[in-house]
């Protein structure tokens, strides 16, 4: 039933969409920019996880990467609080996905329905914490974006108004979103 709802309010709400001017934010702390397939992106995205101490929140289009996976469920056990969203048709066509073993693995899953397609890739850690973590770019969560593709993944690290940007835009999304319950329900 929220479902339907939920969809009915997005016929709506994608009539008229007010704009935001954007809000420039102060240049601190370190970059790290990687190229696949040259660069190993995978790689550094597992060390930024390793390193995560309380909250990993992650937003992404398709979720297929075995690497990843662990390294979530890795950081859940370990007691970080690790949250996705992630889009919704890319899951139901995708038959590698790993979504449903990651929710499976206690890990608290919301589907992004509002959107012809929930096209972010992005990865918070520790957002709300002395050294904050973004890790964005066009690199999807797939051994085909470490291997076949040609993406970029930037690493942020260190600038607390750039990862509360992203935090309250990650919250405004799971805000909209179903959770997974709701679609696939036991």
Known sequence: MRLAVVLLAVGCALAWHPRAAATPLPAR????VLFTPWDDAEGALLAAMAKARRTIHVQAFVFT???LARALEEAHRRGVRVEMLVDLEQTRRNERSLVHELHDAGIPTWFEVRYASA????VLIDVEHAEPVVVTGSYNFTFSAQARNAENMVIIRGNAPLARR???NWRRHR???VPYSEVFPS
């Open 29 to 32: 702390g370190t970059v790290e």
């Open 166 to 168: 992203y935090l309250d």
């Open 175 to 177: 805000d909209e979103a």
């Open 119 to 122: 096209h972010n890739k992005v």
């Open 65 to 67: 990467s075995r690497n």
